[in-house]
């Protein structure tokens, strides 16, 4: 089995809940025994690859799903983040909107 990479497959058990094995890519059984209780657990079958995805993704992502039950409810003005300064010390005594 030299050379071949492992992939993580997630079974669950009835009794005791989730695990994952390693295993070589392709090889995984749809059942494996529980390694707590020794029960037949059935694989869970899951999106592949979302641990690469780029943060920003995956982020935007999970807000996506939180907000599906519970919506994020804005009370006031967020903060000016990333205003650029001003280069002339003068313009920081000008009205700003």
């Known amino acids: ?21 390693q ?3 392709g090889t995984a059984e749809s059942t494996a025994e529980c390694p707590n209780c020794g029960a037949p657990g059935r694989r869970r079958y899951t999106a592949p690859l979302l641990s690469r995805t780029p943060r920003a993704v995956s982020m ?13 409810v804005t009370t006031s003005v967020p903060p000016a983040a990333g205003r650029p300064s ?12």
């Open 60 to 72: 935007a992502r999970g807000r996506t799903e939180a907000s599906r039950d519970a919506p994020a």
């Open 23 to 25: 295993r070589p890519i």
């Open 1 to 21: 089995m030299r050379g071949r990479q492992l992939a993580g497959y997630l079974y669950e058990c009835p009794q005791c809940g989730p695990w994952e094995i």
């Open 86 to 97: 001003a280069r002339d010390p003068r313009w920081n005594s000008l009205p700003r909107p």
